[in-house]
Structure formats: structure tokens, C-alpha cells
């Protein structure tokens, strides 16, 4: 067990809706990376924040916003979803922002139907 | 720009046999390397991590990894394969970006069978 925590793990909904999934990170951990896996892109790194500030963007889509909280969960929101969005997410965290050594939740599995 | 390629889709080897799962880099300046691994069902572990000092580095559950900076390559290694190290092998590569923030940027994946 990595202790971190993604909710939900299975998400079924259709295109055009908006879903959240949510990230608690390690204990002591302030940084949170987000990843798309799928399996013609493979992993993509999303967007990163640490103490609550977006540090690094990656290939994330206009559609697709993140945030940290104050206790530093996190949470990744998909809007407009489409087909083609249908992907294992997931969440890392690290205790520095320098990405030295990251620990993966489970992952999230979106379906667009 | 900084990246990692694996050329490899797949290795396949026998139980006792030693494995190398093959990386090559990309990168300017001193490279941060590491390679990750996924089994079924789960998120990435980490295995091991190249940042400076001895080429060969020492990872968890027996796996060991060179750089070697000739061949731009970093390469993982076991001597002796185990069915249970049968997974999805990622190298990664932390990249600078220009507002002082990293992100760690992994290849493809290599799957690795090892075979009974």
C-alpha cells in the first residue's frame, strides 16, 4: 500500500457530463502529480501542485482542471467528457515538489460511454 | 527536450535466467533516472533512482540499473528472473521546466514475462 488514496476507483458516465476524482496523498507528502494512463498515449503527466500552488502543467486539456485543498487532497475534474477520455487516472504524491521519488495511488478507471 | 524511449514492447525470459529491460535517454545536462514498475491492478512503485555518483544502483526487490553515459542508456537489471517480477516496467526521466518546476516524464512501458 502506497497510502495514497484515489476515489472512486471505477467511474461509468457519458459524454458531454463532468466528474470529479479525488486524491489524499501520503502523510507529509505536499506535492500532487496527476496522470492520464491509456493505452495509445501511455502515462501522461497531467499537472503537479505543491502546498496548494500549481508548480508544472503538463498535456492537460482545457476541460480538465485541478486543485489542492488546504489538508492537501486533491481533486481533478473533467468536464465536457468525450470518448476518447476514457482512461486510468492517476495521483502521486511526493514529499518536496522536485519529484524525486513518487507514490502512486491505484488509479481512478473512467469510462465514457 | 528531455525524454526517455524504450525499445522494447515486450521481454520474455525464462525463471533463473537474468533480465534487462532496455532505456535510453534523452537529456542535457545531468539526468535524473528512474525506472518504476506496474503490476495488475495497481499504481506505479517506485524501484530505484539515478541522480549522481556510481553508475550502478541498487533498487528494491533485487532489480539494479547502469548508466552508462557513452550510450545514453539505463539499462535495469536482476540476475536471476522470478515469475512474480512478471509486470509493466516504466523508465522516467524528471524534467526541468523553465518556471523552476519539474515533472517526471516516463517512456512507454517495456512488459516484462518471465516464464516457469
Known amino acids: 500500500d502506497s497510502g495514497v488514496t484515489q476515489t472512486p476507483k471505477h467511474l461509468i458516465t457519458a459524454t458531454g457530463q463532468r466528474v470529479t476524482l479525488r486524491c489524499s496523498p501520503r502523510?507529509?507528502?505536499?506535492?500532487v502529480y496527476w496522470y492520464q494512463q491509456s493505452l495509445d498515449q501511455g502515462l501522461q503527466f497531467l499537472i503537479q501542485?505543491?502546498?496548494?500552488?500549481?508548480?508544472a502543467k503538463g498535456n492537460i486539456l482545457e476541460r480538465f482542471s485541478a486543485q489542492q485543498f488546504p489538508d492537501l487532497h486533491s481533486e481533478l475534474n473533467l468536464s465536457s467528457l468525450e470518448l476518447g477520455d476514457s482512461a486510468l487516472y492517476f495521483c502521486?504524491?511526493?514529499?518536496?515538489?522536485?519529484?524525486?521519488?513518487?507514490?502512486f495511488g491505484s488509479g481512478t478507471q473512467l469510462s465514457v460511454l | 527536450a528531455q525524454s526517455v524511449a524504450q525499445p522494447e514492447d515486450q521481454v520474455n525470459v525464462a525463471e533463473g535466467n537474468p533480465l534487462t529491460v532496455k532505456c535510453t535517454y534523452s537529456?542535457?545536462?545531468?539526468?535524473?533516472l528512474f525506472w518504476y514498475v506496474q503490476y495488475p491492478n495497481r499504481g506505479l512503485q517506485f524501484l530505484l533512482k539515478y541522480i549522481t555518483g556510481d553508475n550502478l544502483v541498487k533498487g528494491s526487490y533485487g532489480f539494479e540499473a547502469e548508466f552508462n553515459k557513452s550510450q545514453t542508456s539505463f539499462h535495469l537489471k536482476k540476475p536471476s528472473a522470478l515469475v512474480s517480477d512478471s509486470a509493466l516496467y516504466f523508465c522516467?526521466?524528471?524534467?526541468?521546466?523553465?518556471?523552476?518546476?519539474?515533472?517526471?516524464?516516463f517512456g512507454a512501458g517495456t512488459r516484462l514475462f518471465v516464464k516457469a
Open positions: 537529456v542535457s545536462g545531468n539526468p535524473y
Open positions: 502523510s507529509g507528502d505536499l506535492s
Open positions: 501542485y505543491y502546498n496548494g500552488e500549481e508548480r
Open positions: 502521486a504524491s511526493s514529499v518536496t515538489h522536485r519529484g524525486e521519488k513518487l507514490f
Open positions: 522516467a526521466v524528471r524534467r526541468t521546466i523553465n518556471t523552476g518546476g519539474f515533472k517526471t516524464i
